[in-house]
């Protein structure tokens, strides 16, 4: 009989939980009474978009590349990233002394670049419809001899991610069912190891665009499945294909996966906008998505929710919540 050994494990998160201790921020948890009536739980939203450079990724990024040697830090990091790791693999970059080179779409949001660009990093775009990310960057690293740390591909910054989780569950208790994004998994990977290693009944939804789904079918399927670079409005969460560190933790701690409309993603940022008075991105908005929609089934009892994060310029908010938004 073989096993085999998951990439990460409760005690991974807690040893990540002590590497980001002073360095990342211990996030808020927002409860709305009007969300509960909504939806007929008690429901706990960990407020990722109030953790450094606005996403939960500054976890996973700082807990990665602070465990670099001396002479990897001096020769540079490499990442690519449709936003949010960017900005966090070069926030961390700054924070630890060295530099970073990032691989970014051409059409990642303005803010996310200017932002990326602000901490100090040197940016390297492509076309995303028709460039490998992975190429690109893998090349990049090689050429340059800098230390690539991938968006989610990588058990530091799994670890990482899943403090976000372990964070609500410390403080909140035990919980009925937890909701988070997916994209590549890392994040979805990190909270449930976290949240199944404390307690094991709590179920584990991963919401995802209905224009991404990767995931689900890769979960349906019992492999991971390749679909077209999905058109979403939800930019964190266009992977074609699950990662294979990820996949190897979701195929056996994830409970479900919900899907989610680009309608009913605004519909969902409004009302954090309007009700809950917090300003969230696509992708972070997704599991308040499916929950306001009825999209993740029958949810009750106690619920934590992700929100991942709220890098989003004002036009662009605007534009897709504002009152004459299409």
């Known amino acids: 009989m073989t096993t085999t050994t998951p990439p990460i494990t409760l005690d991974d998160v807690r040893d990540a939980a002590a590497q980001l201790k002073g360095v990342a921020h211990r996030t808020p948890v927002l409860r709305s009474r009007t969300l509960d009536e909504l939806v007929g739980a008690e429901v706990f939203l960990k407020c990722e978009n109030f953790q450094r450079i606005g996403a939960f990724k500054f976890r996973g990024a700082y807990n990665a590349a602070s465990r670099l040697t001396p002479e990897q830090l001096a020769r540079g990091i490499a990442a690519y990233s449709s936003g949010n790791h960017a900005q966090a693999v070069a926030l961390a970059a700054r924070e630890l002394g060295t530099t970073a080179v990032i691989v970014m779409p051409e059409d990642t949001p303005a803010s996310k670049l200017a932002a990326t660009a602000g901490y100090g990093a040197e940016i390297v775009t492509y076309d995303r419809y028709t460039g490998?990310?992975?190429?690109?960057?893998?090349?990049?690293?090689?050429?340059?001899?800098?230390?690539?740390?991938?968006?989610?591909?990588?058990?530091?910054?799994?670890?990482?991610?899943?403090?976000?989780?372990?964070?609500?569950?410390?403080?909140i208790?035990?919980?009925?069912?937890?909701?988070?994004?997916?994209?590549?998994?890392?994040?979805?990977?990190?909270?449930?190891t976290a949240v199944k290693g404390l307690h094991p009944r709590t179920r584990v939804i991963g919401v995802e665009p209905e224009a991404g789904d990767d995931t689900k079918r890769s979960l349906e399927a019992g492999r991971r499945v390749t679909?077209?670079?999905?058109?979403?409005?939800?930019?964190?969460?266009?992977?074609?294909?699950?990662?294979?560190?990820?996949?190897s933790v979701n195929r056996r701690l994830v409970d479900e996966i919900a899907l989610v409309s680009d309608e009913q993603i605004k519909d969902a940022m409004r009302?954090?906008?309007?009700?809950?008075?917090?300003?969230?991105?696509?992708?972070?908005?997704?599991?308040?998505?499916?929950?306001?929609?009825?999209?993740?089934?029958r949810v009750t009892g106690r619920v934590g929710m992700i929100v991942s994060g709220g890098n989003i310029g004002a036009e662009r908010f605007a534009q897709l919540c504002g009152s004459g938004s299409s």
């Open 173 to 192: 208790g035990e919980l009925d069912a937890v909701l988070t994004p997916v994209g590549g998994g890392g994040l979805i990977a990190g909270t449930a």
């Open 132 to 171: 490998d990310r992975v190429a690109i960057g893998e090349a990049l690293a090689a050429e340059r001899g800098l230390s690539l740390i991938p968006p989610y591909e990588h058990p530091h910054v799994m670890a990482g991610q899943g403090t976000a989780a372990l964070e609500l569950v410390e403080e």
């Open 271 to 297: 009302f954090a906008f309007e009700r809950l008075k917090i300003v969230v991105e696509p992708s972070g908005a997704t599991p308040l998505a499916a929950l306001l929609a009825g999209r993740a089934g």
């Open 227 to 247: 679909i077209p670079v999905p058109r979403t409005i939800a930019d964190g969460q266009a992977a074609e294909t699950p990662g294979e560190l990820t996949f």
